[in-house]
């Protein structure tokens, strides 16, 4: 994978009309107007209509898409008579000027600095403006980093920017986490790769729009390497626990390596990059250790085993289950599906698709497009379905859906699930009964429901009364003899940092002090526990708008500049204040309660064990960007170096 692909020149013949006819076209005139510095080619009749970012093709009609491409195949045609020359490199108003014509959004809008970060066209606009050698040299500081996954590489490659030093530790043979882990066929991600990359490693050289778990793994290893992170990185080694030491101003970390040695490593700092999709749930369904085939979880696929032949039954029907069940299908002699709550489809054709030869050919030449698609794409996304995830109180009915437009979007779901299952005995299955956005939204090319309809599947929504030696007893005493038992079941998302015990001032154990409710403030700091955060913490999963890796480049954006205070203001440590953490707590509960996933009823990863939504942030990603910019000191409690004050 190749993160910053030059562009190549266009040779005399080249096929403009081919090269533009899968692009889109306002996405097409941006890059343009980035490359060639004509301005001109944003004309409003162009431009797309902002109201209508849902639609498929964005409301954009074909007499502008036809106008919109000759104007692009005349400009690449002057571009490359002029010997494929690239403009001067673009003004912060100049880019606005494009943005503005993406977006419809006027030129001072809040969110425009955000764009200019996730656009990145100077390389990297996020990156720390400080260096530990100006503003502290002689300070000993090393902050250490728990997991090497998408978060993990990230903090720490923005602290060696900064100048600090880190030492990661990692469970694993190799970076990646979920995307090392979670190797089952058919894995990819569900949100456009243009998007679903870091703001500052934009690469135009995604295969696919939503690429497979192997492609970006592959990114995640070449990002890991160009910056340098992976000889910080102590692979087979896992974090049993972390003591602060108080005297001393540090913690004191557990290790154990994968040969049982064990050892305590000291560090100023302490992040968690484990997220929230590392530990593997299994149900608790009697009689699971009594069966005699071969069972496993879907993060921990077993890979020698050819299911040709076999009967498999599959526990789940979750974003990993519906991604793995075609291909089991494709493989094994019967399959049977255990579904206890259908997800709702989202329609996406492109979901499985190859990037087409013309798309390619486009960003060999000019790969800026992947940059502007990203803008387009955070544009769409960044409120995305959210507010049809509001409750409205009023609203009759909340099992049905939580509001007007939310009962709309309930509607054309319906209609979707209309049309790709026509046997009414699938569709009555396969039909939620509880409102769109509640649960996490399934993307769907209507793959999922041709396979669900073979002959050799069988979809079995009669709840499970237990496991049995030879296969799956339900409640309603019937035995489904397979093979291989695969559970699609989750993770244990709402119990951050389990297995570690983590111990913070005064002696206090985290998992005491959480009592089973995981909090922390901006889902970073955690109060009594001094100068540790948390990346993809409590109630920072975001549910139907953005990208959580514009979450985690917030996190460790406010990661970097907390070392940084600690360091300018010659601090030992930095503890958020329980009123603060308090207040914004319980701001989050009440926000998350007036969302679809917060009222509804239906199960969920996205709640605790005691109904709580511990994992959702439910405001807007502006609120994210603002919040995270860098720490209020008037949050934390401070501990100086010189006199200890707290
Ligand atoms: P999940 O969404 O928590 O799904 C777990 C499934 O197991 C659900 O269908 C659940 O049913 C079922 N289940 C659990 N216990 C059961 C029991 N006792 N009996 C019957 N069924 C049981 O887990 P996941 O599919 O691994 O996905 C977790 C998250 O990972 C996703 O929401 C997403 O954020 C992330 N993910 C992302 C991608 C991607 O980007 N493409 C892919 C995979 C995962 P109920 O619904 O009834 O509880």
Redesign the pocket.
């Known amino acids: 994978m190749r993160l910053h692909p030059e562009p190549e020149p266009i040779a005399p013949g080249a096929d403009f009309a081919q090269m533009v006819a899968d692009s889109f076209p306002p996405v097409l005139l941006a890059s343009l107007a980035h490359l060639t510095g004509d301005m001109s080619l944003l004309r409003d009749a162009l431009a797309p209509d902002s109201t209508r970012v849902l639609e498929p093709d964005c409301g954009y009609s074909q007499s502008q898409a036809d106008g919109a491409r000759s104007l692009a195949i005349d400009a690449l045609e002057r571009y490359r008579k002029g010997g494929c020359v690239a403009a001067d490199p673009l003004t912060d108003e100049q880019a606005a000027q494009i943005i503005g014509f993406l977006t419809g959004a006027p030129p001072e809008h809040d969110y425009l600095p955000i764009l200019l970060e996730e656009i990145s066209l100077d390389g990297d606009r996020r990156a720390p403006r400080w260096h530990k050698s100006e503003i502290a040299p002689d300070s000993d500081i090393t902050v250490g980093i728990i997991g090497s996954g998408m978060s993990g590489i990230l903090v720490a490659h923005r602290l060696l920017q900064a100048g600090v030093s880190v030492v990661i530790f990692e469970k694993n043979p190799d970076i990646g986490g979920t995307w090392l882990e ?1 190797s089952y066929p058919g ?5 456009p790769n243009h998007l679903y990359s870091y703001s500052f490693a934009q690469t135009g050289d995604w295969p696919n729009y939503f690429s497979t778990q192997d492609v970006l793994l592959d990114y995640f290893r070449a990002c890991a390497d160009e910056f340098g992170v992976r000889e910080h990185i102590r692979f087979n080694t896992e974090v049993s626990g972390a003591t602060w030491d108080e005297s001393e101003a540090r913690w004191d970390v557990s290790i154990v390596a994968r040969s049982g040695a064990s050892e305590l490593v000291s560090v100023q700092v302490l992040v968690s990059a484990c997220g929230q ?1 590392n530990r593997p ?1 299994f ?3 009697d009689g699971r250790e009594r069966f005699a085939g071969t069972s496993f979880h ?1 993060a921990r696929w077993d890979h020698d085993l050819d299911l040709a032949d076999k009967r498999v039954a599959v ?7 519906v ?1 793995f069940i075609p291909p089991v299908v494709e493989s094994a002699a019967h399959t049977t599906v ?1 579904l ?2 259908p997800p709702w489809l989202l329609p996406a054709p492109e979901y499985m698709e190859e990037l087409p030869e013309s798309m390619r050919l486009l960003l060999r030449h000019i790969p800026d497009y992947a940059r502007w698609d990203r803008c387009w794409i955070f544009w769409r996304m960044h409120e995305g379905l959210l507010p049809m995830a509001v409750v409205d109180s009023d609203w009759p009915d909340q099992e049905r859906s939580v509001s007007a437009s939310n009962d709309l979007l309930r509607e054309l779901f319906t209609m979707y699930l209309q049309v790709t299952v026509p046997d009414p005995v699938l569709f009555d299955a396969l039909l939620p009964k509880y409102p769109p956005l509640a ?2 939204l399934v993307l769907d090319n209507g793959t999922l429901p041709a396979t669900l309809a073979r002959d050799d599947v069988t979809l079995e929504t009669c709840a ?1 009364a237990e496991i049995t030696d030879s296969g799956v007893r339900t409640i309603d005493g019937k035995d489904h003899k397979c093979d291989v038992l695969i559970y ?4 244990v998302a709402s119990e951050f940092l389990t297995p570690m015990s983590v111990t913070g001032r005064d002696g206090v154990d985290l998992h005491a002090s959480w009592d089973g409710e995981a909090r922390a403030y901006i889902g970073m700091t955690v109060p009594l526990f001094p100068n540790m955060f948390l990346m993809y913490g409590p109630n920072t999963n975001i549910v139907v708008n953005g990208s959580i890796i514009y979450f985690s480049e917030g996190e460790a954006n406010y990661i970097v500049e907390s070392v940084r205070m600690l360091l300018e203001k010659h601090l030992e440590s930095m503890e958020v204040r329980r009123d603060v953490h308090d207040v914004y707590n319980t701001r989050i509960d009440e926000g998350n309660r007036a969302m679809a996933w917060g009222a509804s009823h239906v ?3 996205y709640k605790n064990a005691s109904g709580r939504v511990s994992q959702n942030w439910p405001f807007s990603l502006l609120e994210f960007w603002q919040r995270t910019r860098k720490p209020d000191p008037d949050d934390y409690i401070l501990t100086s170096k010189n006199n200890g004050d707290r």
């Open positions: 979670n894995c990819r991600v569900d949100v999709l749930h149900p608790d369904i879907s526990i789940g029907s979750g974003a990993s289950a991604q255990f206890r709550t649960k996490r499970i699609g079941t989750g993770f199960n969920t990863w």
